[in-house]
């Protein structure tokens, strides 16, 4: 299944804060979305999935599957959510309810999307939470958001975005709010997970050596606008752009740094899998 994204155009207040913004993802393709803060990568991810604030406005056009669906119905749109796109967000403390259980959380988004009894849905949450490796699944589904660390809850908030299997996730900065080693630990889990399904992935970042962890091409956004986009390998070793020399010199030295292969210039296998410290 293939996202398409044609001339994206987004509006607030009268501001064009995304402006013709298109690129396409096909079946099982890793696609990273970098760009400064306020360059317009939320909006973006956000008018994909029909989830833009009140007063703003999406034009243009984007296809899942062939089908438009830019400016469905919200039904419509929050079946498609859950059933063939997940999402991840940066706070996972936002996305989970803080008087629930995790595991009760983890079992009504499969509920919802696959109508299983209670009880076959409890059972599926311990699996689901097996999956992303939380520690102790049978033990950690009691727990409430508040018990758990960080990088634990954004397990959660990933076991849930992918316990219907859906064809593509969308994760906006998912590991930023994270120390430095867990953000390592959750790359490898997403990558891991994403590769084992085959699903294609939109990946939100500012950080060109998140990036090049998680995505084979990369969109570069500047002011609402695409002024690069390019597989990863290339991004790194010859940036075109000024806002993409920019963002590979701020790339984070401690989780990255540029291999040099003699001549001073970076190499990448640009499959996203190489962690050179
Ligand atoms: N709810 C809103 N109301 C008004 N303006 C907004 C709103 N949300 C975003 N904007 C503006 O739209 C522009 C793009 O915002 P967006 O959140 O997409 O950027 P971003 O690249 O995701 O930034 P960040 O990395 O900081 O999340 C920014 O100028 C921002 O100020």
Redesign the pocket.
């Known amino acids: 299944m293939s996202l398409e994204v044609h001339d994206l155009t987004v509006e607030?207040?009268g501001?064009r804060?995304?402006d013709g913004v298109s690129f396409d993802v096909p079946d099982g393709a890793r696609l990273g979305l970098i760009?400064?803060?306020?360059?317009?990568?939320?909006?973006?991810a956000l008018a994909i999935l029909g989830l833009l604030?009140d007063?703003?406005t999406a034009g243009g056009s984007v296809r899942w599957n062939g089908r438009e669906i830019l400016g469905l119905p919200d039904r419509e749109l929050a079946q498609l959510r859950g059933d063939e796109i997940g999402i991840v967000f940066q706070e996972p403390r936002t996305a989970l309810n803080p008087i629930r259980t995790v595991g009760r959380q983890i079992a009504e988004s499969i509920r919802i999307h696959e109508g299983l009894s209670k009880r076959d849905a409890a059972a599926r949450a311990v699996a689901e939470a097996a999956r992303v490796a939380l520690p102790d699944p049978d033990r950690i589904v009691a727990r409430y958001p508040h018990q758990l660390s960080g990088g634990q809850r954004q397990r959660v908030a990933i076991a849930m975005a992918l316990a219907c299997r859906p064809r593509l996730l969308i994760a906006d900065?998912p590991t930023t709010a994270l120390d430095v080693t867990i953000q390592a630990e959750i790359l490898d889990l997403l990558l891991s997970l994403v590769r084992d399904d085959g699903m294609s992935l939109v990946f939100?970042t500012?950080d060109l050596a998140v990036l090049s962890q998680i995505a084979t091409h990369g969109v570069v956004?500047e002011h609402?606008r695409v002024v690069e986009q390019a597989p990863v390998a290339q991004l790194l070793s010859a940036p075109a752009s000024v806002v993409t020399q920019e963002l590979l010199r701020d790339a984070t030295a401690t989780l990255w740094r540029p291999p040099t292969n003699g001549s001073g210039a970076p190499e990448a296998r640009g499959d996203g899998s190489e962690r050179t410290a």
């Open positions: 607030i207040g501001r804060v995304v760009g400064e803060s306020g360059s317009g990568k939320s909006l973006t604030p007063g703003a900065e939100i500012h956004l609402g």
